[in-house]
């Protein structure tokens, strides 16, 4: 019997389709179609980051959720990191097409100095223009899941000048989301400050709506060392969202 329901995944930023694919297996046993698209600049080498701007990945989310809705009439969005912005992006703009979204470790309030809302943010594009690359190492709780990592170790300034920028892009339009939401969040999240799941509750205008806390796992929520929880609270998040 073809599903109502679809599932569209997205990964993080400066992150590898690693991140998010662990969720294959629970979408395939059911029979939920999905798609998992690389976001622009993504899945080759920190070079390929070099120009791309934030639009640029809302433009291949919406993509790939279109192509879905050739499987199924609506969609589910569960989104990692910057995955989860991206999430929040579609549901503030297509209400209709999305029956709910699953924000894991929305970047929307980061721990980075240099974020929004930071009192260095002002110093940001200076910084990054002297900078050229920035350093990046994702942390985890689970030692050999950080060893098989394969985010990007450097990072182009401009790249991550316009994925600071868009925190507060997403931040802005939250009124606007109405879809039924599921926010998954760790207390240990050592790259997205955990208030951020507060905010995401708080702002958007969903009636049906709850944040679910982990309490282990540092910010590669679907990998680290509560995966399989985390796992099984997307799947019991798409049951209620008709999947």
């Given at each position: 019997?073809?599903?109502?329901?679809?599932?569209?995944?997205?990964?993080?930023?400066?992150?590898h389709i690693s991140s998010v694919d662990g969720l294959v297996p629970?979408?395939?046993?059911?029979?939920?179609?999905?798609?998992?698209?690389?976001?622009?600049?993504?899945?080759?080498?920190?070079?390929?980051?070099?120009?791309?701007?934030?639009?640029?990945?809302?433009?291949?989310?919406?993509?790939?959720?279109?192509?879905?809705?050739?499987?199924?009439?609506?969609?589910?969005?569960?989104?990692?990191?910057?995955?989860?912005?991206?999430?929040?992006?579609?549901?503030?703009?297509?209400?209709?097409?999305?029956?709910?979204?699953?924000?894991?470790?929305?970047?929307?309030?980061?721990?980075?100095?240099?974020?929004?809302?930071?009192?260095?943010?002002?110093?940001?594009?200076?910084?990054?223009?002297?900078?050229h690359y920035w350093p990046n190492k994702t942390p985890y709780t689970?030692?050999?899941?950080?060893?098989?990592?394969?985010?990007?170790?450097?990072?182009?300034?401009?790249?991550?000048?316009?994925?600071?920028?868009?925190?507060?892009?997403?931040?802005?339009?939250?009124?606007?989301?109405?879809?039924?939401?599921?926010?998954?969040?760790?207390?240990?999240?050592?790259?997205?400050?955990?208030?951020?799941?507060?905010?995401?509750?708080?702002?958007?205008?969903?009636?049906?709506?709850?944040?679910?806390?982990?309490?282990?796992?540092?910010?590669?929520?679907?990998?680290?060392v509560e995966k399989e929880a985390v796992f099984a609270t997307i799947?019991?998040?798409?049951?209620?969202?008709?999947?």
């Amino acid at each position: 019997m073809k599903k109502e329901v679809g599932c569209l995944v997205l990964h993080g930023y400066s992150s590898h389709i690693s991140s998010v694919d662990g969720l294959v297996p629970y979408l395939e046993k059911v029979g939920i179609p999905y798609r998992m698209p690389y976001l622009r600049g993504h899945g080759g080498q920190p070079t390929d980051l070099e120009g791309v701007q934030w639009p640029d990945w809302l433009e291949d989310a919406e993509l790939a959720m279109a192509d879905l809705q050739h499987d199924t009439p609506k969609v589910a969005v569960v989104g990692l990191s910057m995955g989860g912005l991206l999430t929040l992006h579609l549901a503030a703009r297509h209400p209709d097409d999305i029956a709910g979204i699953v924000p894991v470790a929305a970047a929307l309030r980061l721990q980075n100095p240099l974020a929004p809302g930071s009192p260095f943010a002002f110093l940001a594009p200076l910084v990054m223009k002297i900078v050229h690359y920035w350093p990046n190492k994702t942390p985890y709780t689970d030692p050999a899941a950080a060893a098989s990592d394969k985010s990007y170790h450097r990072l182009p300034a401009d790249s991550v000048v316009t994925f600071l920028a868009y925190t507060k892009v997403v931040e802005n339009i939250l009124p606007q989301i109405t879809t039924p939401a599921r926010i998954l969040q760790s207390h240990a999240d050592g790259v997205v400050k955990p208030e951020s799941a507060q905010v995401i509750y708080d702002r958007i205008a969903s009636t049906d709506k709850k944040i679910i806390w982990f309490e282990k796992s540092n910010h590669e929520m679907m990998r680290d060392v509560e995966k399989e929880a985390v796992f099984a609270t997307i799947m019991q998040s798409l049951h209620e969202f008709g999947a």
